[in-house]
């Protein structure tokens, strides 16, 4: 296609004359003299054919400014930043640029986007690309082509969730094959990819509140954009215009859940003979449902109802003395519960009007620490000497009923610099513990 116009543009070079003639009175708007009607140049100095095109040109005198143009691409042909005149003389150059602007001024919409393509092939200019989709819109318009709004392409459209735990960036990738069916992620972004065509040009995309950056439009065009989630349901709007207008609509329904399962856990405090189990019962609940649960590594996988009850024996390693269970729901959020061999239960006071102690919140992690992620694990127990009442995290609930001891986790979302998290727990007499942890996220340019 190139080779053909530029072809087509030698040969209609041809005939330029070496002297170019002009009307008096134009002269005057583009000649500071206005003394000369007739204006020969010498050959080679090609730049100031172009020169005098841009002068025309300013001056709406198109035919003149094409004649110009064409004998300055018979000198050089390619447009090119810097190019040299003479000497340590240069000039930004993009004739063919400059001749599709004049055709399409011209009303020569063919041959305009001939040219206009022919510069973009031989170097990025933001003039060649706004010209030459307004040339492809009014040549669309004009011949009536374009028949369909755009689309996304079928099994194009994903949502990726980044993690960089493990120091490296990995994408997990789903396909969405229903983009009104709701997903349910664990994190605070996503990317959003597709590839977005049209019968015609695709010009404009939007996903959610930003619109993906487009120099030139196409009829396909690959995107992605990170998208934030708060906690609950997320609704992204994705939005696609074609050069004339039409327009393709459509939403993503995500819901982020940040929460881990809540593990309650009762162990009988005597020392079980060798070889002996020990009763272990306890409960797990999530908003999400529960995908699965374990103990001291085997998995077991459940229904995806919001509460399971954990009944089971448990068989404690001679050279160990503590079980862990763990519980996994459907979003992919973790919480792990430590149970040690003959830990002191729960001891209730005589009447809730003796008890004056607040619950006791633990953590695995320190209170204050660093991170270059964009999220915290907060994850931990708060246990009562009578019943924890509520467990607040930045504001947040995890409990839904009174019990002695509890294993939580939760992500909270960080800033750059000090991040601030209150943790509060509450028993039934109305004792309170305020747990201030202070974490710092670091800038990374690794990421």
């Known amino acids: 296609m190139l080779f053909a116009v530029l072809f087509f543009l030698l040969e209609g070079c041809s005939t330029t ?16 003299s206005g003394s000369a009607a007739k204006l020969s140049l010498p050959q080679r100095e090609w730049w100031k054919h172009y020169k005098r095109a841009l002068e025309l040109a300013r001056g709406n005198f198109w035919e003149e400014a094409e004649i110009n143009l064409r004998e300055t691409i018979r000198q050089r042909e390619n447009d090119q930043r810097r190019a040299r005149t003479y000497g340590m003389n240069f000039i930004d150059y993009f004739p063919h640029c400059e001749l599709g602007v004049v055709l399409y001024n011209m009303g020569r919409m063919e041959e305009a986007i ?29 011949k009536g082509l374009d028949k369909h709004p755009p689309e996304i392409a079928s099994k194009s459209l994903m949502v990726c969730m980044v993690d960089k735990s493990s120091g490296q960036i990995t994408e997990r990738c789903e396909n969405i094959k229903n983009s009104r069916k709701s997903l349910l ?42 998208v934030p989630l708060v ?11 074609d050069l004339t207008g039409k327009i393709f609509e459509s939403f993503l329904s995500i819901h982020a859940d940040h929460i ?72 992919g959020n973790v919480t792990s519960a ?36 964009n999220y915290a694990l907060i994850e931990g127990k708060i ?22 001891r509890f294993f939580f986790s939760r992500r909270v ?30 800038a990374s340019t690794e990421y």
């Open 383 to 404: 246990q009562d000497n009578h019943e924890v009442k509520n467990l607040f995290i930045n504001g947040k609930q995890l409990l839904k009923a009174p019990g002695w």
């Open 114 to 142: 001939q040219n206009l393509t022919a510069s973009l092939a031989a170097v990025k200019y933001e003039k060649a690309a706004l010209f030459l989709d307004r040339a492809r819109k009014d040549l669309i318009i004009k």
């Open 17 to 32: 004359p070496e002297v170019l003639l002009v009307k008096e009175a134009d002269v005057k708007k583009y000649d500071d």
């Open 338 to 373: 430590t149970i040690i061999l003959g830990e002191k239960q729960q001891s209730v006071p005589a009447s809730a009007s003796d008890d004056n102690l607040p619950p006791e919140i633990q953590f695995t992690k320190p209170k204050e620490r660093k991170t270059h992620l």
């Open 260 to 331: 881990g399962p809540v593990i309650r856990i009762e162990l009988s405090e005597e020392v079980p003979e060798p070889n002996a189990g020990i009763p272990l019962r306890g409960y797990v609940v999530d908003d999400s449902g529960v995908a699965e649960w374990g103990l001291d590594g085997q998995k077991y996988p459940y229904d995806g109802e919001q509460e399971l009850e954990i009944r089971k024996i448990a068989y404690f390693p001679p050279d160990k003395g503590e079980l862990v269970v763990m519980a996994k729901d459907i979003a």
């Open 413 to 442: 979302p960080l800033r750059e610099g000090e991040n601030i998290v209150n943790v509060e727990g509450t028993d039934i007499s109305g004792n309170s513990e305020i747990v201030t942890i202070r974490i710092t996220r670091e």
């Open 185 to 226: 992620k664990n994190v605070f972004s996503v990317i959003v990819r597709g590839i977005a065509r049209d019968d015609t040009f695709v010009r404009h995309i939007t996903v959610g509140t930003r619109k993906i950056p487009i120099d030139l439009s196409a009829q396909e065009i690959p995107f992605g954009m990170e």
């Open 231 to 241: 906690s609950g349901k997320n609704k992204i709007p994705l939005r696609l215009i």
